[in-house]
């Protein structure tokens, strides 16, 4: 008998489906992530990661740039609570 996939039930998504695999980030921030959060989801993260690093010129040579990547992708992956204020995208006219 085979042991069943791990399931995870993702906080972006809102899906019962398979955590991610391997080392994402290391101590509470990778346990986190790997406990709340799907494989699909993270496949996304790591698309939209390259583009937050591109847009905001991130330096890893500076510790801060470490941090600001880490608080987008809090936000993009809802680890701290669905997203507030108004969706992303442009912004509408006000009549």
């Known amino acids: 008998m085979s042991d069943p996939k791990p399931i995870v039930s993702c906080v972006r998504c809102h899906r019962e489906a398979v955590p ?4 994402t980030y290391p101590g509470a921030l990778g346990d986190e992530l790997r406990e709340r959060i ?3 989801c993270w496949a996304e993260w790591q698309q939209a990661e390259v583009m ?18 880490i608080k987008h992708m809090r936000e993009f992956l809802c680890l701290d ?11 509408t006219e006000q009549p």
């Not at 507030?84 to 442009?90: A, D, E, K, Q, Y």
């Open 38 to 40: 799907c494989a699909e």
């Open 81 to 91: 609570g669905p997203p507030s204020g108004p969706p992303p995208g442009p912004p």
């Open 52 to 69: 937050v690093i591109n847009e905001l010129r991130l330096n890893f040579m500076d510790p801060r740039s470490q941090e600001v990547l």
């Open 20 to 23: 991610i695999g391997g080392v």
